[in-house]
């Protein structure tokens, strides 16, 4: 994997957009102070292809992607990988409720011949090729393939640790063993070993859970099957007898039941010939009716009477006059005596408001005057006060001056400077300010005051005019109504005859009203005579209606008491008849049900004889269904057998495969807790690992020094020095960096040969500090890092903050920090 360009914004420290280009830059160097962002480039393409970054602390650690008050954190990579160009983007959002995920995530393959270059920095995902991957889950399968690396991997071989060279060199044998497990994956024993010791232990209980099953299977062999097999058999011919039994059974029960309807047939014929009888009273039902027609007849003569009498009254009210328009006369009369008295009264008071509302504008007038008097010494105080204020600046800029100098001012030579004056021209103009300004408010208050005092008068005055010309126009109108009036005492007793006709039309009215009711009354009692009567045959027709089918004599609707006589006495004659034939249809039922429950005897026979106790009472189905049951669960116990000697073979086998595989688990577990298999990988790793570190230390030291390891301790061969084997730890510091960054891309080298995909080691950046080394050492460490960017196989780029060693590197990439972002400038070719 090799990066070619790289976009951020709102990542980290790199609030505004920010472009690194990586394109030609085959040796190259973050430079820059401590803490100005030069490893958070380097996280940015851990990000970009994994999202995660080693010193956040896993995907928990997703919060620290956004810049400071940010929203929105936004990461671009463009690599190249096995000869072919990507694009992976991630985008960070924080929700409202303060929540940081992943808002999107892709991976597109670009089209060959793609000029990076052309690439905006707004982070679209569109048009950048074909889309592998647009989630998060996606990315994850996606960028493996297209790397060759897992995260753990490439943050190992391609992004090598800050301060980690040393350490893998310099540790004791035990712990560089945990390290070569964690790396290489070793522990993948340790975990086999687990789960086989875990599975022997499961297998173990599983055998005891079979042996309980098997325990309670003990019953459902093959004697037990073949009883319950004969059972099934009886059960079987039980259900074919009673079916052929039943319907016999049915054939005499069904006799017995029509003889009990004929029976019950003619018990019902008496109940309803016993219930044909007169009832009290019907004799008086047609006396009561003609009685209520009479009364009726009478009723409307009186209302006729009634009516007459009250139409002449009303005839002679008429011809009097109308109450209405004699009383609003007397009203008009009434209301002209109070009118006549209130005029005298309206005209005073306009007088009075006349002569207030004049004496009010007087005194706004005075008001007015003063207020503007008041204003003119407010603008006289200011022009002093702006005087008073160009004569302190003069006075102040005297301070400054001196005889003989040029004035700062009109840059004119000063012959003789002026004495300073006392006290302040400014405070005197404030204080005269201030007295002007309070007698302009006083003088504005008054003027307000009085003014509003005299446009209320005045308002009062226009509402009481108004009053007056609307009272004396109410006067003409009420006068001009009285012309033609007779006088008040015509008009009373006027109204004094009409009262006396009012009073006799309304005890005629009464009269009236009374004789109706009289009538109302008739009426409803004929009308509740004739429903009597009605009802009275409707109950006759009812009770012959009951009897129809017996056909009864026909009936006289002119005499209610002969139809019911009538009807009464041929009831009694068909009873009679009846009561015998009821005697001998009892006679054939009794026989009948003798008939039958010597049948139902014989089935119930069947099911004794097979074993099982008697249905007690149902219908003939239930018989059937009883031997069906029977023989259903005869079924099922067979079944329940069969499946449980079925089970029990099923868990035989189980069980002998479980007790093998438990074995094999609890074999596999004892030869791994031994530590041979894993300690055998470890020491095989380990050669592999210094004979590639002695192959890159040779290259890197002009062929001075090999690696080797005995006892799990590292030495060095010096070909310089006759082959004299040396501890690593009596290296010199350039030397232990060369030793560790053989050690460090061997290791890179084997881990990408453990990858499950084809691994493009195609670069690699050193985040090293380099603060700590002399200078011979650090010449050493910059030869050897030239060294190994000529040997022309991966880009190399280290992280450093030391310029005697990035002045060596032909391109720099300066980051730079100032208050609110991260900045990076490209430094060389």
């Given at each position: 994997m090799r990066p070619l360009r790289l976009d951020m914004a709102g990542f980290t420290v790199f609030r505004e957009e920010t472009t690194v280009d990586f394109t030609d830059a085959d040796y190259f160097a973050l430079v820059g102070p401590t803490g100005s962002g030069k490893s958070t480039v380097l996280d940015g393409i851990c990000f970009a292809l994994y999202g995660s970054v080693p010193r956040w602390g896993g995907s928990r650690g997703i919060g620290n992607a956004l810049a400071p008050s940010a929203t929105e954190a936004r990461v671009r990579l463009v690599f190249e990988s096995a000869g072919s160009r990507y694009v992976a983007t991630r985008v960070v959002r924080r929700d409202g409720r303060g929540n940081v995920k992943t808002a999107g995530a892709g991976l597109q393959l670009m089209p060959p011949g793609f000029d990076v270059t052309r690439l905006d920095t707004g982070m679209?995902?569109?048009?950048?090729?074909?889309?592998?991957?647009?989630?998060?889950?996606?990315?994850?399968?996606?960028?493996?393939?297209?790397?060759?690396?897992?995260?753990?991997?490439?943050?190992?071989?391609?992004?090598?640790?800050?301060?980690?060279?040393?350490?893998?060199?310099?540790?004791?044998?035990?712990?560089?063993?945990?390290?070569?497990?964690?790396?290489?994956?070793?522990?993948?024993?340790?975990?086999?070993?687990?789960?086989?010791?875990?599975?022997?232990?499961?297998?173990?209980?599983?055998?005891?859970?079979?042996?309980?099953?098997?325990?309670?299977?003990?019953?459902?062999?093959?004697?037990?099957?073949?009883?319950?097999?004969?059972?099934?058999?009886?059960?079987?011919?039980?259900?074919?007898?009673?079916?052929?039994?039943?319907?016999?059974?049915?054939?005499?029960?069904?006799?017995?039941?029509?003889?009990?309807?004929?029976?019950?047939?003619?018990?019902?014929?008496?109940?309803?010939?016993?219930?044909?009888?007169?009832?009290?009273?019907?004799?008086?039902?047609?006396?009561?009716?003609?009685?209520?027609?009479?009364?009726?007849?009478?009723?409307?003569?009186?209302?006729?009477?009634?009516?007459?009498?009250?139409?002449?009254?009303?005839?002679?009210?008429?011809?009097?006059?109308?109450?209405?328009?004699?009383?609003?006369?007397?009203?008009?009369?009434?209301?002209?005596?109070?009118?006549?008295?209130?005029?005298?009264?309206?005209?005073?008071?306009?007088?009075?408001?006349?002569?207030?509302?004049?004496?009010?504008?007087?005194?706004?007038?005075?008001?007015?005057?003063?207020?503007?008097?008041?204003?003119?010494?407010?603008?006289?105080?200011?022009l002093e006060y702006a005087e008073a204020q160009t004569l302190d600046r003069a006075a102040a800029l005297?301070?400054?001056?001196?005889?003989?100098?040029?004035?700062?001012?009109?840059?004119?030579?000063?012959?003789?400077?002026?004495?300073?004056?006392?006290?302040?021209?400014?405070?005197?103009?404030?204080?005269?300010?201030?007295?002007?300004?309070?007698?302009?408010?006083?003088?504005?208050?008054?003027?307000?005051?009085?003014?509003?005092?005299?446009?209320?008068?005045?308002?009062?005055?226009?509402?009481?005019?108004?009053?007056?010309?609307?009272?004396?126009?109410?006067?003409?109108?009420?006068?001009?109504?009285?012309?033609?009036?007779?006088?008040?005492?015509?008009?009373?007793?006027?109204?004094?005859?009409?009262?006396k006709l009012q009073k006799k039309l309304d005890h005629a009215g009464a009269a009236v009203r009374e004789a109706r009711d009289t009538q109302r009354r008739a009426h409803a009692a004929v009308t509740a005579a004739d429903e009597q009567q009605r009802t009275a045959w409707r109950s006759f027709d009812t009770v012959r209606d009951a009897v129809a089918r017996f056909s009864p004599p026909p009936a006289d609707r002119d005499d209610l008491a002969a139809a019911w006589s009538t009807l009464v006495e041929w009831a009694r004659t068909s009873a009679r008849e009846r009561e015998a034939a009821r005697a001998e249809a009892a006679a054939a039922v009794e026989a009948a049900h003798a008939e039958t429950q010597q049948a139902r005897a014989a089935v119930l026979t069947l099911f004794t004889d097979a074993g099982l106790n008697a249905p007690s009472g149902g219908a003939d189905a239930d018989l059937i269904r009883a031997a069906a049951v029977a023989a259903e669960r005869a079924e099922a116990a067979w079944q329940r057998l069969v499946d449980r000697r079925e089970q029990a073979r099923e868990l035989a086998e189980q069980r002998a495969t479980l007790l093998r595989d438990g074995r094999v688990a609890k074999a596999l577990a004892g030869h791994l807790r031994a530590n041979n298999f894993e300690r055998w990988l470890l020491e095989e790793a380990l050669d592999l690992l210094v004979d590639g570190a002695s192959r890159i230390l040779r290259e890197l030291t002009g062929g001075q020094y090999d690696l080797m390891h005995d006892k799990g301790e590292f030495f060095v061969i010096d070909h310089h020095d006759a082959g004299l084997r040396r501890g690593v730890r009596t290296l010199s510091g350039g030397e232990t960096f060369q030793a560790s960054l053989a050690l460090a891309l061997a290791l890179s080298e084997q881990l990408a040969g453990m990858s499950t995909t084809a691994a493009s080691l195609e670069s690699i950046v050193l985040d090293e500090g380099f603060g700590t080394l002399d200078a011979a050492t650090l010449d050493v460490v910059a030869a050897t890092l030239e060294n190994l960017a000529a040997r022309g196989d991966r880009m190399v780029g280290v992280v450093t903050h030391v310029n005697a060693l990035a002045e060596r590197v032909p391109v720099r990439f300066e980051v730079h920090k100032d208050a609110r972002t991260a900045y990076v400038e490209r430094v060389g070719l």
């Open positions: 679209s995902l569109e048009d950048l090729g074909d889309v592998l991957a647009g989630t998060p889950a996606e990315m994850d399968s996606a960028i493996v393939e297209a790397v060759g690396l897992p995260y753990e991997q490439f943050t190992s071989c391609v992004i090598l640790p800050q301060g980690q060279f040393a350490d893998f060199l310099h540790a004791k044998p035990a712990t560089r063993q945990q390290i070569l497990v964690n790396l290489l994956g070793l522990h993948v024993y340790e975990e086999v070993q687990a789960k086989a010791s875990t599975r022997a232990t499961k297998a173990e209980a599983q055998l005891a859970t079979l042996d309980q099953l098997l325990a309670g299977l003990t019953d459902a062999d093959d004697e037990a099957v073949d009883a319950a097999e004969t059972r099934l058999t009886a059960m079987r011919e039980l259900t074919r007898a009673v079916e052929q039994a039943v319907p016999q059974l049915s054939v005499v029960r069904v006799r017995e039941t029509e003889l009990a309807a004929a029976r019950d047939a003619i018990a019902g014929e008496l109940a309803v010939l016993a219930r044909v009888k007169m009832p009290a009273g019907s004799a008086k039902v047609a006396e009561a009716a003609a009685a209520a027609r009479a009364g009726a007849e009478e009723a409307a003569a009186g209302v006729r009477a009634a009516e007459e009498r009250e139409e002449k009254v009303r005839g002679e009210l008429a011809a009097a006059g109308d109450a209405g328009s004699l009383g609003l006369l007397l009203d008009r009369h009434l209301e002209l005596d109070r009118l006549t008295g209130q005029a005298e009264w309206f005209a005073g008071e306009v007088s009075v408001a006349e002569v207030e509302y004049k004496d009010a504008v007087a005194a706004a007038d005075l008001a007015r005057a003063a207020h503007t008097g008041a204003e003119q010494l407010l603008e006289q105080a200011r005297r301070a400054h001056l001196t005889a003989g100098h040029d004035c700062p001012v009109c840059a004119q030579p000063v012959t003789e400077v002026p004495p300073m004056p006392e006290g302040s021209a400014v405070q005197a103009a404030e204080r005269t300010g201030k007295a002007a300004r309070a007698a302009a408010d006083v003088a504005s208050t008054a003027f307000k005051q009085r003014d509003a005092v005299a446009r209320e008068l005045e308002r009062g005055l226009d509402r009481k005019r108004a009053q007056l010309e609307q009272h004396r126009s109410r006067l003409t109108e009420v006068r001009a109504a009285l012309a033609d009036s007779p006088g008040v005492d015509a008009l009373r007793r006027q109204l004094e005859e009409l009262t």
